[in-house]
């Protein structure tokens, strides 16, 4: 089966438990509006590729893993939402969940999501404790305190930000549970896998301050054209305020797109040797295309 | 070392680790805010006394679910609190969450929290790997969808609600967490453990029903003196707005405590054999008289 349908088959499982017999509808509603349909599932794929790069020794794990990560980041989308954060109206083309349901709702949706996401993980846990118990443990440190997306978001609060700290956290935290939990699913060793999983998450970084301004979503990144591109990526937000440095502001917008593409390069050089290395760089390389389809002459991964 | 202590110093470490360095510190503030100093630790207190019932051999283990236990517990009491649910301005006698910090701080104190939860088990786990997958299973059962906390909150917002199913989740899920997860803890089965939760879950129940309206917490009822007792327990809100049949409205309050005390009998009466059932038939009967203590001659437990 391919990897999208396997993971879209996991995440649809999760769902169809958490709303089972008995659940209240409207929560029920909302936790299907918040993951389905999803965008591109990036970081679940991402896991997956991982996993069988590794030469995946249970898929039951791997589906198990990679539904649980996307739960935990579209629960991060729809707490991000809320109108104390971003305030936003629409997500994925449609009503953010609290717009389509309620605020009290989209809290709910939210926690719910981020419970699921763990419980999927128990339930594959019975043929293999022990590898689901480290899998739990990798998604909890990349999601929560101190280091996960909770603080990366937490940093915003803060007067005075460390950047490092707050980008590796809120944008690298996934991503390196990508890599490292695709690698322990399959009974590999999880620490060789962070740099990869880091590299990517720095890639999206600055191919966020590449996109262009119209409210394209960060997590929908199909083709970017260079004609389209802002001086500034973004309009003034939360990242102008606090400061964030732009890859497109300090480097402008083919330095930018020399560094995204540098980028790459060094994710694919830090794949470690794995059965199959060849056909994860090849995925990565597509990613890449895909980030800058537009800029042939200077993608050089 | 006293039950009391070992549930503060497995709290305190947590605490520790999500605040530790690199943390940021608003965020990490929230969090001991949210949990410090706690209530009566009732939820931790149950499984701890259930699991010494059992013949605890894993202290470590019990420690780490009690403490993701009332962890769990007190991230639910920072979103309820949210300006979208309760509003509260003050928990257990000090600002709330969103008042002390501010609105998106509280919905990522309370993510965190949950996450951190998990966490906890996960570090725990190293040394019997299935049983802390379980305890993790049992957690996210009774926290998530359908039928955990985050159901029963969801059910407020239902227009027709499954009062059965509400009660159950609102407040029973946490207690037969306890009892199952103690149980689970010192190796035995948690099946057997599910009445005496929920028993307790339905006493606690009554008792918020009978508690004077005084804005005493529930989670610190400490008296109950038939003087102060109003006829309808609770002023106008959540409760009856959506019609939950109130103990006292139905039963007056001599029909609401002769209820409480037949609940806390039958709690008693459904203890599984373990080596400790003495003594925890003791425990449960001491916090009987906790809640009802000016009633000696109804209390027949």
Known sequence: MPISQRIEAAIGAALAHASGAGAPRLLAGSLGHAVLPG???????????VARACGEDRPALSDAAAAALELIHCASL????????DDADTRRGKPSVHRAYSEPLAVLAGDSLIVLAFDVLTRAGEEDAGRALRLMGLLARQTGMPHGICAGQGWESEAKIDLAAYHRAKTGALFVAATQMGAVAAGHEPEPWRDLGALIGEAFQVADDLRPDDGALYDQLIEI????????????????????PN???????????????????GAIASIPSCPGEAALAAMVRAQAERIVPKLPARIRV
């Open 225 to 244: 054209d260079l004609d389209q591109l802002k001086p500034l990526g973004k309009p003034v937000g939360q990242d102008d305020l606090h400061g964030r």
């Open 39 to 49: 965008g591109a599932r990036i970081r679940p794929t991402i896991l997956m590729s």
């Open 247 to 265: 890859a497109v502001a300090e480097l402008g917008v083919e330095g930018a797109v020399a560094r995204l593409s540098d980028i790459l390069a």
């Open 78 to 85: 729809v707490h991000d939402d809320l109108p104390c954060f």
